[in-house]
């Protein structure tokens, strides 16, 4: 499979190496990226071919992968156009709606939006992935393929559910991140040096999440089997209930969807 990558920031990267480590060859990928130190790189870790503009011979590509910046991709989209005629184009930027790439693109049809986090850094993305009405079968097993080499994927039927995933798992590791800073930050007021209070943080949400993982229960019959009758997790828990910390991780995250929805419509008037 012929993929040209269209921007060589860090998601391409992941995606790259995620596909190299499944068995894809480097001599069937093309970077176009302006910056020479990042093509640089990605010559020398992957040994992909790069460019500094979309290269004539694009057409034989039979994915087009966009991977820049939303605030770039009218005017990418445009520069493409007169490439596209029979490739399956998957879209990675926030925001960026099928309705509107394909306008830019000179109404092409056969386009995939995929909503990955960052965790695609280490192989452990949960992607959300929308085909317009345009694709084919073919191509949506084509780009939940490419994605799962960072890895989970899900399949949404309604394009406006995008912005729920970049509310719920593209922000979330910042989230995750905050509350990890937070217990950091409460170990060390209790007298750990800021090494333990880290190592203390990070082992806790990693041994947590591979225990949910782990389990058929839900996050609640978890915590309950932890929180003891007048224990010390009880204590710590009705602090948190006190505080309205579960009403305004729920507000954070509808206030996320709202802006990503703003995004879209601002985006589309280009």
Same mark, same amino acid.
């Given at each position: 499979?012929?993929? %040209?990558?269209?921007?060589?920031?860090?998601?391409? #990267?992941?995606?790259?190496? +995620?596909?190299?480590? $499944?068995? /894809? !060859?480097?001599?069937?990928?093309?970077?176009?990226?302006?910056?020479?130190?990042? $093509?640089?790189?990605?010559?020398?870790?992957? +040994?992909?071919?790069?460019?500094?503009?979309?290269?004539?011979?694009? +057409?034989?590509?039979?994915?087009?992968?966009?991977?820049?910046?939303?605030? *770039?991709?009218?005017?990418?989209?445009?520069?493409?156009?007169?490439?596209?005629?029979?490739?399956?184009?998957? #879209?990675?930027?926030?925001?960026?709606?099928?309705?509107?790439?394909?306008?830019?693109?000179?109404?092409? +049809?056969?386009?995939?939006? %995929?909503?990955?986090?960052?965790?695609?850094?280490?192989?452990?993305?949960?992607?959300?992935? /929308?085909?317009?009405?345009?694709?084919?079968?073919?191509?949506?097993?084509?780009?939940?393929?490419?994605? %799962? !080499?960072?890895?989970?994927?899900?399949?949404? =039927?309604?394009?406006?559910?995008?912005?729920?995933? #970049?509310?719920?798992?593209?922000?979330?590791?910042?989230?995750? /991140?905050?509350?990890?800073?937070?217990?950091? *930050?409460?170990?060390?007021?209790?007298?750990?040096?800021?090494?333990?209070?880290?190592?203390?943080?990070?082992?806790? /949400?990693?041994?947590?999440?591979?225990? !949910?993982?782990?389990?058929?229960?839900?996050?609640? #019959?978890?915590?309950?089997?932890?929180?003891?009758?007048?224990?010390?997790?009880? $204590?710590?828990?009705?602090?948190?209930?006190?505080?309205?910390?579960?009403?305004?991780?729920?507000?954070?995250?509808?206030?996320? =969807?709202?802006?990503?929805?703003?995004?879209?419509?601002?985006?589309?008037?280009?």
């Amino acid at each position: 499979m012929r993929i %040209a990558f269209i921007g060589g920031g860090n998601m391409a #990267t992941a995606l790259i190496g +995620g596909l190299l480590q $499944r068995g /894809f !060859a480097a001599s069937d990928m093309t970077v176009v990226e302006i910056q020479d130190e990042a $093509r640089a790189r990605l010559e020398q870790r992957f +040994g992909v071919r790069t460019a500094v503009a979309i290269p004539a011979d694009l +057409g034989v590509a039979e994915v087009v992968l966009l991977a820049v910046k939303p605030q *770039q991709m009218c005017e990418v989209a445009r520069a493409l156009q007169p490439c596209i005629g029979k490739q399956l184009v998957i #879209t990675i930027a926030a925001g960026i709606r099928c309705d509107d790439l394909s306008r830019w693109l000179g109404g092409y +049809g056969r386009l995939v939006r %995929a909503m990955p986090n960052t965790p695609a850094l280490v192989q452990s993305a949960i992607t959300g992935l /929308f085909a317009a009405t345009g694709a084919h079968a073919e191509d949506r097993a084509c780009a939940e393929r490419i994605l %799962a !080499a960072v890895g989970e994927t899900m399949w949404l =039927e309604q394009e406006s559910q995008l912005d729920a995933v #970049t509310a719920v798992s593209g922000s979330g590791p910042a989230y995750v /991140f905050y509350f990890m800073e937070s217990l950091q *930050q409460a170990a060390e007021s209790l007298g750990f040096s800021t090494g333990q209070a880290r190592k203390l943080a990070q082992a806790t /949400f990693a041994g947590a999440v591979k225990l !949910a993982s782990d389990s058929d229960e839900p996050p609640a #019959t978890l915590r309950a089997r932890v929180t003891s009758k007048a224990g010390t997790t009880e $204590r710590a828990l009705q602090a948190l209930e006190g505080d309205g910390v579960r009403e305004a991780v729920v507000r954070a995250v509808s206030m996320a =969807e709202q802006r990503s929805r703003e995004l879209g419509d601002e985006f589309g008037k280009q």
